[in-house]
């Protein structure tokens, strides 16, 4: 039993304390740690002791008070993000890493704004600090949400400390991307450039793109499937997800051009099937896999453009690099140069918006440019 300071019995676990006069009050909780109540008068104490015990035996409370970052970020991982993707998770704690060191050892209370811009202003680029930012200011919301904290510092965190310019997207020409193609002819993953500059899919969608998805006699593609590959405890696995959301799942409308690649692909693949080379049941069906009828993915795929690249710098030495993506980009600018409306590339792209869609996957071209300049000086 504890005693006040005049010597009069207060209860189990409640004391009063000499220096200040302030009651407090202590018990286990159901973490196996010792949790603490501090008021300025022994009534208002135990009305919170009460509090706080109804809530450890109801299990209310999802942590306790003193949790550090590290703490908290398995719980929030655990429980608020329990239902994310494998990958989607690991993105989480790539980006979550990167501040750990300096923060993960540190309690929820402590952590203020100074703290917490030291630790991300030391971080390598503007785009790691944008990215690395959403994953505390997700986390200390959903810490405010369970009355743990009452404000979240971290979204006033600054992530523009070096300034950057911003790199302008690189975008194929027409003429480049015909160069390109004609050097691309001998390339295993030819076909596969191909649609991929005829339907503007991304790379994880081609990679994940079954022969079920394809209807060769009414001439479209159906994107149903993401096939992403990442690390999961310490080793690199692929997993095949459904599309994200709803406008992910799309119908593409297949030119000709974009059929004869098909076309090209299926006896592509039925040379490596008679080779006798076996594959996971899940993987059987892909229409894009590597020589050894295994998935592929980006970075293979980046490689192929690196080399097919290289050729063509040997006679055009100006020939910039480009990634996968660039070819997303480029179907999207051609649409527009064509004179596609705006809301049926949406559609197409898979975009949950026309603003994404006009800012992000839309550029001017020097041709364009040149061309745009013509019909001025023509009309006049």
Not at 73 to 95: D, G, L, P, Q, V
Not at 209 to 227: A, E, G, N, P
Not at 228 to 233: I, M, N, V
């Given at each position: 039993?504890?005693?006040?300071?005049?010597?009069?019995?207060l209860?189990?676990?409640?004391?009063?304390?000499?220096?200040?006069?302030?009651y407090?009050?202590?018990?286990?909780?159901?973490?196996?740690?010792?949790?603490?109540?501090?008021?300025?008068?022994?009534?208002?104490?135990?009305?919170?002791?009460?509090?706080?015990?109804y809530?450890?035996?109801?299990a209310?409370?999802?942590?306790?008070?003193?949790?550090?970052l590290?703490?908290?970020?398995?719980?929030w991982?655990?429980?608020?993000?329990?239902?994310?993707r494998?990958?989607?998770?690991?993105s989480?704690?790539?980006?979550?890493?990167?501040?750990?060191?300096?923060?993960?050892?540190?309690?929820?209370?402590?952590?203020?704004?100074?703290?917490?811009q030291?630790?991300?202003?030391e971080?390598?680029?503007?785009?790691?600090?944008?990215?690395?930012?959403?994953?505390?200011?997700?986390?200390?919301?959903?810490a405010?949400?369970?009355?743990?904290?009452?404000k979240?510092?971290?979204?006033?965190?600054?992530?523009?400390?070096?300034?950057?310019?911003?790199?302008?997207?690189?975008?194929?020409t027409?003429?480049?991307?015909?160069?390109?193609?004609?050097?691309?002819?001998?390339?295993?993953?030819y076909?596969?450039?191909?649609?991929a500059?005829?339907?503007g899919?991304?790379?994880?969608?081609?990679c994940?793109?079954?022969?079920?998805d394809?209807d060769?006699?009414?001439?479209?593609?159906?994107?149903?499937?993401?096939l992403?590959?990442?690390?999961?405890?310490g080793?690199?696995?692929?997993e095949?997800?459904?599309?994200?959301?709803?406008?992910?799942?799309?119908?593409?409308?297949?030119?000709t051009?974009?059929?004869?690649?098909?076309?090209?692909?299926r006896?592509?693949?039925?040379k490596?099937?008679?080779?006798?080379?076996?594959t996971?049941?899940?993987?059987r069906?892909?229409?894009f896999?590597t020589?050894?009828?295994?998935?592929?993915?980006?970075?293979?795929?980046?490689?192929?453009i690196?080399?097919?690249?290289?050729r063509?710098?040997k006679?055009?030495p100006?020939?910039?690099?480009?990634?996968?993506h660039?070819?997303?980009?480029?179907?999207?600018?051609?649409?527009i140069?064509?004179g596609?409306q705006?809301?049926?590339?949406?559609k197409?792209?898979?975009?949950?918006?026309?603003?994404?869609t006009m800012?992000?996957?839309?550029?001017?071209t020097?041709?364009?440019?040149?061309t745009?300049?013509?019909?001025?000086e023509?009309?006049?």
């Amino acid at each position: 039993m504890g005693k006040s300071i005049k010597g009069k019995e207060l209860g189990k676990g409640i004391t009063q304390r000499k220096s200040d006069g302030l009651y407090q009050g202590r018990f286990v909780n159901r973490f196996g740690k010792t949790q603490t109540i501090y008021a300025s008068n022994l009534n208002g104490l135990r009305k919170r002791m009460r509090e706080e015990q109804y809530e450890d035996e109801k299990a209310l409370n999802v942590v306790t008070k003193d949790v550090t970052l590290d703490e908290w970020y398995e719980i929030w991982m655990n429980t608020c993000k329990k239902n994310c993707r494998n990958s989607t998770r690991e993105s989480y704690a790539t980006h979550y890493k990167r501040i750990q060191k300096e923060l993960g050892w540190r309690k929820l209370t402590s952590l203020n704004l100074i703290i917490m811009q030291n630790a991300l202003n030391e971080l390598v680029s503007d785009n790691a600090r944008k990215n690395t930012k959403k994953i505390p200011v997700d986390m200390l919301e959903k810490a405010i949400d369970s009355d743990l904290l009452t404000k979240n510092v971290a979204k006033q965190l600054n992530t523009v400390i070096s300034k950057e310019d911003k790199k302008e997207r690189r975008v194929l020409t027409v003429s480049e991307a015909e160069l390109f193609l004609g050097e691309a002819q001998s390339s295993f993953y030819y076909n596969l450039f191909v649609l991929a500059i005829e339907t503007g899919m991304r790379i994880g969608e081609l990679c994940g793109v079954q022969w079920k998805d394809i209807d060769f006699d009414k001439k479209v593609l159906y994107v149903r499937h993401t096939l992403c590959y990442f690390q999961k405890d310490g080793k690199y696995i692929f997993e095949m997800h459904d599309a994200k959301t709803k406008n992910g799942r799309r119908t593409i409308p297949l030119t000709t051009r974009a059929l004869e690649a098909l076309k090209r692909q299926r006896i592509q693949k039925q040379k490596i099937l008679f080779k006798g080379i076996e594959t996971e049941e899940q993987y059987r069906d892909l229409v894009f896999v590597t020589k050894n009828n295994r998935p592929t993915q980006q970075f293979i795929v980046q490689e192929a453009i690196g080399a097919i690249v290289n050729r063509i710098r040997k006679e055009h030495p100006d020939y910039e690099m480009f990634s996968p993506h660039c070819l997303r980009h480029t179907f999207a600018t051609r649409a527009i140069e064509n004179g596609m409306q705006p809301k049926t590339l949406q559609k197409i792209l898979g975009h949950g918006s026309l603003q994404m869609t006009m800012d992000l996957y839309c550029h001017v071209t020097e041709d364009t440019l040149f061309t745009e300049m013509m019909k001025m000086e023509k009309a006049v």
